[in-house]
């Protein structure tokens, strides 16, 4: 690898593979995934590697990748005031607070752990059987799964986002699973239920949303049944509290209204309680549309159509009388 | 009954004729229902098996478990004394003796090894009794198990006499590395026994037990045996589990048997024999019946081992070797031929290379596998203010001088800078004796050699020079490199002590065939004019069996 952006992100893969294999958490905090670096320079053209330096003390990514770029730049300014032979192999210390790597205090011995093959350790020999038997239980790995979002036409943006934790892809898989539109779903999971898991702290897999309830929220919403902002509402609840879409639809009587004449209706009402902003919109102040679709809305409590609302506020607004 | 897996080239080419009058022995416990026919054994001389005639003997009621049990433990007090086998001896052997006759009153099933009384080196883990290595360092530590070894001799009957006297964690060839003590050659008190099994090889030769169990690491069971006039067998590397037997080297450490006949070494390494989940390094391989192939010298043919090739290691007697040794040897050589064999000589060129090669393999393992002896997990402890005084006063004070100069030989050995030249250098020439033997294997049915270049020499001979010490590993260490089988059994006698010293002759063989070795020992041993090795100590015994 070449700098230190390449090597995080390689780091981050790793992360993402093992907690994918469920062997690890993967948490450089915790000690459970580590990371040291060996960092050489040499001069364009120069076959053989110059000398390798160690670094050591790097507990996140970003440590991971501004600690190579540090030794990069280190290693290269001494060869470039000719005193590339101080670059000694060594072990340093990256420090966060310094953003710099120093050498490690020189130690009193060299520790010799004098190893010699173990011989109460034979050969251990895998059939081709249990090598198999492990390839195929592995999991769908990170990169399979980014490839097989892209293909679905996903934005670069969605497939590293989906991909990047197992549970939300998972979750994810089993919404479209369920008939939901990719893109509709990605969007869902990334705007409003991500913002909520942040808020309150939870995991997707700790949300009271179902993933099969996400794909019928989508499915309301597409045939209809009830408008994009009654669904923010109902995902909010679904997230809180759990239960069915069909249910709340029910329990709060949320079906859109769709009905031309119904809306009509409230149109007609809202124009005519309100004369004084009826003529100032037919004297050129257009702005107060805004006005009049919020009341209609409100009038019909969140559940018209905003679509079929403006239509027909329009038509009646324009219209001579 | 013939085994399954027949070693490559089988014993079948030479066998007697008549195989349906072999001893139809498994290791399956019999009745002992009193009104069936006791199964007649091929062996009619008493001599060549005493596990063999024990059982007869129990089973037909000429003699009970407790009054054998108490003639040999007569026989053991009165000849403590003056050899100093055991460190420990049990008190509940005439308890299980007696056990074991309610038992055959009430007609139910026994062992195969009912009634045989066992010796254990004292590095092998008895669950009741102190296991100390030869060492201050575990004086007085009693293991909460026994050695699987242990255990499967439990399990087939047999009775626990006591732990026999050794140098301290196997470093060795004359129990005079014994914290506690030394012990002395039967033959000749003022001789050692051969290390570092010298307790359990005494224990058999002087009929304090019947048979014994010792470990080999670089000749520990055939150098005793070889000094102490029995038989010594050293089974193939992963033939036996090691689990409870206290490491010296992994690579190289195995359990072995100790007998006054082929046919009964052979009998308790099939006992202990067999694969170990609790040891990585043991061999899945099936154990071949090594208990039953003991015929009678009666029903021999002359020259009962035609067709068999015997290569005779021209590098094994040379000048080193003492006049004694070469001649029985010699005469042993002479004996095979007689019985059909073709013995020629055959040059190892990298034979002396062994003993520097084990030497530093030997320590390198040991510096690791003692270091556990750090007066915490168990044994003795010197206390001390801080963790690095208490690990180097417990060692320290511990720990014997032998012992002492193999883990530093070995630290040296593996250290940054040496390693290459020591070590891994050693390792090389590990393989090129192995490849050498497999050569030589390939082209000869056994190997043969003294097990040492002397008889038994003084006490205190040695003692002050470690390295005349090692010198007469010689002959035995290339084996362990190479983890072979081997069987060494009394051949000749060399001039010393009153009646002469025994001297043993080595039969090497290819990797997992101790049939073939047993085989052809046991028809050596059984044609040998005038030869029991009986040591004068006990010779005045109207039967010491």
Same mark, same amino acid.
């Given at each position: ?17 093992? /907690? @994918? ?11 459970? %995934?580590?990371? *040291?670096? #060996? =960092? ?107 490839? /097989? @979002? ?11 986002? %989906?991909?990047? *934790?197992? #549970? =939300? ?153 | ?545």
């Amino acid at each position: 690898m070449r700098n230190g952006i390449e090597a995080a992100e390689y780091a981050a893969e790793i992360q993402r593979v093992v /907690r @994918y294999l469920g062997v690890s958490n993967g948490n450089m905090q915790e000690g459970s %995934l580590r990371c *040291d670096v #060996n =960092v050489s320079v040499r001069p364009i053209g120069q076959l053989q590697f110059g000398t390798k330096v160690e670094i050591k003390n790097l507990n996140a990514f970003s440590a991971v990748s501004r600690a190579i770029d540090y030794e990069i730049s280190r290693q290269v300014l001494l060869h470039s005031q000719g005193q590339d032979k101080e670059i000694v192999q060594e072990t340093r210390l990256w420090e966060e607070g310094a953003q710099k790597t120093v050498t490690m205090r020189k130690k009193e011995g060299l520790s010799d752990y004098r190893y010699f093959p173990e011989p109460d350790l034979p050969g251990v020999f895998l059939t081709q059987d249990y090598v198999d038997g492990i390839h195929n239980s592995l999991p769908e790995l990170p990169e399979m799964k980014r490839r /097989r @979002y892209e293909k679905m036409g996903l934005s670069m943006q969605d497939v590293l986002f %989906l991909a990047n *934790d197992m #549970n =939300v892809a998972e979750f994810f898989d089993t919404t479209i699973k369920k008939g939901a539109d990719a893109k509709l779903a990605a969007n869902w999971i990334m705007s409003d239920i991500a913002a909520y898991m942040k808020n309150e702290e939870l995991s997707i897999t700790e949300v009271k949303l179902s993933p099969q309830e996400l794909a019928e929220l989508i499915a309301s919403i597409k045939d209809g049944t009830i408008s994009g902002k009654i669904g923010k509402q109902i995902l909010f609840e679904l997230l809180a509290k759990g239960g069915t879409v069909k249910g709340l639809i029910e329990e709060k009587d949320l079906v859109q209204i769709v009905d031309p004449a119904e809306i009509e209706k409230m149109v007609e009402k809202v124009l005519s309680e309100n004369p004084k902003q009826l003529d100032q919109y037919r004297s050129g102040k257009t702005k107060l549309q805004g006005y009049f679709a919020g009341q209609i809305m409100k009038l019909s409590k969140g559940k018209a159509n905003p679509g079929l609302l403006n239509k027909i506020l329009l038509e009646k607004l324009n219209a001579k009388s | 009954m013939l085994s399954t897996l027949q070693p490559p080239r089988s014993l079948s080419h030479f066998r007697t004729k008549p195989l349906l009058l072999r001893r139809h022995t498994s290791l399956k416990p019999l009745s002992s229902l009193s009104s069936q026919p006791v199964t007649h054994s091929t062996l009619t001389d008493q001599s060549q098996s005493q596990i063999l005639s024990t059982r007869d003997s129990l089973l037909s009621r000429q003699i009970t478990a407790a009054e054998l049990a108490e003639s040999f433990l007569a026989r053991l007090r009165r000849t403590e004394p003056h050899l100093r086998s055991f460190l420990h001896v049990s008190d509940a052997v005439l308890t299980q003796a007696r056990d074991l006759d309610d038992k055959l009153r009430r007609n139910e099933e026994v062992g195969p090894l009912a009634g045989v009384l066992v010796a254990v080196k004292d590095n092998i883990c008895t669950a009741e009794m102190p296991s100390t290595a030869g060492s201050r360092v575990l004086e007085g530590y009693t293991p909460p198990y026994d050695a699987t070894a242990v255990r499967k001799i439990k399990e087939l009957g047999g009775i626990v006499v006591g732990k026999t006297n050794l140098d301290e964690f196997g470093m060795g060839s004359t129990t005079e590395g014994s914290a506690f003590q030394v012990t002395a050659n039967p033959w000749d008190t003022t001789r050692v026994p051969g290390g570092s099994s010298g307790g359990s090889a005494a224990a058999v030769s002087a009929r304090q037990s019947m048979v014994s169990l010792g470990s080999d690491t670089g000749g520990s069971v055939r150098q005793p045996a070889s000094f102490c006039g029995v038989v010594g067998l050293k089974p193939t590397y992963g033939r036996v589990s090691r689990f409870g037997l206290m490491a010296y080297a992994s690579s190289l450490d195995v359990i072995g048997c100790f007998g006054t006949s082929v046919a009964d070494a052979g009998i308790l390494l099939h006992a202990i024999s067999g694969h170990d989940r609790l040891d990585a390094t043991s061999s899945k391989r099936e154990v071949p019946d090594l208990a039953s192939q003991f015929v009678s010298i009666s029903l021999l043919q002359s020259k009962p081992l035609k067709g068999l090739k015997i290569g005779l290691i021209r590098e094994t007697l040379d000048d080193g070797v003492d006049i004694g040794v070469t001649s029985a040897i010699r005469t042993a050589a002479l004996h095979l031929e007689e019985l059909g064999c073709s013995v020629t000589e055959v040059s190892l060129p990298s034979f002396s290379l062994g003993l520097p090669a084990y030497y530093v393999i030997a320590s390198s393992e040991s510096s690791s596998n003692l270091s556990r002896y750090d007066g915490l997990r168990y044994g003795n402890q010197v206390a001390a203010d801080e963790l690095n005084s208490q690990y180097m006063d417990s060692r320290a004070k511990g720990f014997g001088s032998e012992v002492k100069r193999r883990i530093l030989t070995g630290t040296y050995a593996l250290s940054a800078g040496y390693y290459d030249a020591y070590y891994k250098r050693a390792q090389q020439v590990r393989t090129i004796i192995r490849k050498s033997f497999k050569a030589a294997l390939d082209e000869h049915d056994i190997l043969i050699s003294p097990a040492a270049p002397s008889a038994a020499y003084k006490i205190g001979e040695k003692k002050n020079d470690p390295l005349a010490m090692y010198a007469g590993d010689i002959m035995t260490v290339n084996v362990n490199l190479a983890g072979l089988p081997a069987l060494v059994l009394p051949c000749g006698y060399a001039e010393g002590g009153s009646a002469g010293l025994p001297v043993g002759l080595q039969m090497i063989g290819a990797a997992f065939d101790e049939e073939k070795l047993l085989g052809v020992g046991h028809i050596f041993e059984q044609t040998l004019q005038n030869c029991r090795f009986v040591p004068p100590l006990i010779a005045d015994e109207d039967k010491p069996c």
